[in-house]
Every structure is written in C-alpha cells, then in structure tokens.
C-alpha cells in the first residue's frame, strides 16, 4: 500500500509538474521525457507519454539484469504510471505559459526533483535520467544521484538547443534542472545528514561527562597546540542538526573559553544514523 501510495503520488507530481510547467513555458526537460519533448515538437501527433513508455524499455531491460526482475517491478509500474498521467492530463487541462520565465524555472525544478525523489527514497525509479543515473551510481559511487541525473540531462538540454537553436529554452532547462538536483538530493539525503564538531577546551573531562549525559557520542583524540606545545585532548562529536543548540550552550556554559569548530556533515554511517548497503543510492 505505501508503494503504491508513493507511485501515485510521484506520479501524479512528476505530470503536474511537465504539463503545467515544463511543456507551455517550453522549458526543456533531461532524460527520456525531453526526448519525447523534442519528438512531440517534431511530431505533434506523438504523445509525450508513449515515447517515454517506448524509450524506457531497454534501460528497464539493463537494471532487472542488474538487480533482477522482481525489484524492477514498481520502478515500471511507477514509469507506466508517470507517462499514462503526463497524456491524460494534457488532454484534460490546456495550461497557459506563466507570465514569469524564471519562477516557472525554479517551481519547475522543484516539483521535478520533490516526484523522483520520493520515489527513489522507496526504491523505485520513473526511468529516464534517473533510472541511468541509477545504472551509473554502481560505477561512479561518489557521485550523487542527483548530480548525476544534471549531466545526463545537461547532454540532452544541449542537444535540443543544437537541433531547435533555441537558446532560451535550453537556459531555461538548465535552471530547472539544476534546481531538480538539489532537491532530488534533499529529498533522497536529507535525513542522513548531520552536524560535526570538534572541541579544544581545558575542561575536557566535565564535558565529556556532561555530553555523555546528554546522549552526544563523544570521541577523545590526542592533540598538540602547535604554538606552545601543549599537549590536550580533542573532542569529536556527531549530532543532528536540532542539536547544535543544546551542544553549545552546553560547552560555553562549562567553559566559555572553549574553542568550538561546527560544520556540516554531509551522511554518517554507524549506530544512531544510517546504514550503508551496496544497492543504495
């Protein structure tokens, strides 16, 4: 029921967001569905949905060799259902162009990525760029899917702009798919993510004790202040960003002396945060 849940949704976002803004305000789209932009433009007659549908088999083909026929199940279903919705909403509603280029850009993006996104946190992929992406992450690991969708799509908004020489179109591609990405990224990491900091002070065995009191994880590391030679410990510890708060009033008021670095982590992996699998994303 949640996948099927997640698909309709997904679905039904990733329509929304091409037939309201992608298609009137011809900004062009990566992937599959702007190879169907460029053949619908081409052919009128030519849904947009039933190229996406026609184009999607062989990558489809790719991943249930890689991860079998089963797992691939609802990532088809959700490309079956995401096409099927693009065609019947275009025939039901005729939207208008919206008088502002750039925030139909970015609300474009934004709905873009927030549709596969949500899916791709459950395991499922519309196809397109994404289901590349997805075939590509288990050779480039460290890159994002996310950032790995805007190349892909990056090459095809390019190759539109060559065949139509339509410049601002492809511009337009550019913002809201560089704005996709990030939100696709948010959407699928965003609650991995995390705060770290470290802690030089003179009152470590009090923090420690306190910070342990309060559920922080706390590593001692040895330390050598480079200018006098002293020698003291440093503290590292991981915590959720709602934390940051409580961990710095907690260190100035037991030491306001305390010299705090804080910076973004950007996934932890152990007990208390994530785990890690070979099939993630």
């Known amino acids: 029921m949640w996948d099927a849940a997640t698909i ?11 037939d309201w803004l992608f298609q009137p305000n011809q900004i ?36 249930a060799r890689r991860q ?8 088809f279903c959700a490309m079956l259902t995401g096409s099927v919705m693009i065609d019947l909403l275009d025939a039901a509603v005729a939207f208008r162009p919206m008088e ?31 289901l590349a992406a997805r075939l590509l992450k288990y050779r480039y690991h460290h890159i994002s899917i996310g950032r790995l969708c805007l190349m892909i799509d990056l090459v095809i908004i390019a190759s539109y702009a060559v065949v139509f020489r339509s410049v601002d179109g492809a511009l337009s591609g550019i913002v809201a798919m560089y704005v996709s990405s990030l939100t696709m990224d948010t959407v699928v990491y965003g609650s991995t993510r995390a705060r770290m900091a470290v802690i030089i002070s003179d ?23 480079a200018y006098q030679g002293h020698r003291k ?31 973004d982590a950007h996934e932890v992996i152990g007990e208390g945060f994530a785990s890690y699998s070979e099939d993630e994303l």
Do not use: W
């Open 8 to 18: 309709v949704v997904g679905s039904a976002i990733f329509a929304l967001a091409f």
């Open 28 to 63: 062009v789209t990566g992937g599959v569905t702007g190879i169907g932009q460029v053949l619908h433009r081409l052919i009128p007659a030519l849904p947009v949905g039933v190229v996406i549908i026609a184009l999607n088999v062989p990558l489809f083909v790719l991943l």
């Open 68 to 75: 079998g026929f089963r797992s691939c199940v609802r990532s």
């Open 100 to 130: 502002n280029q750039f925030l139909a850009c970015v609300y474009a993006g934004v709905l873009f990525g927030l549709s596969i996104g949500l899916q791709l946190r459950a395991g499922i992929t519309t196809g397109g760029s994404d």
């Open 203 to 225: 009152k470590n065995d009090t923090l420690v004790r306190t910070l342990l009191a309060a559920h922080f994880g706390v590593t001692r590391m040895d330390g050598e202040g």
């Open 233 to 263: 410990d440093v503290l590292l510890t991981t915590f959720r960003p709602n934390q940051i708060t409580a961990l710095k009033q907690t260190v100035l008021a037991i030491d306001p002396g305390a010299f705090l670095i804080v910076c």
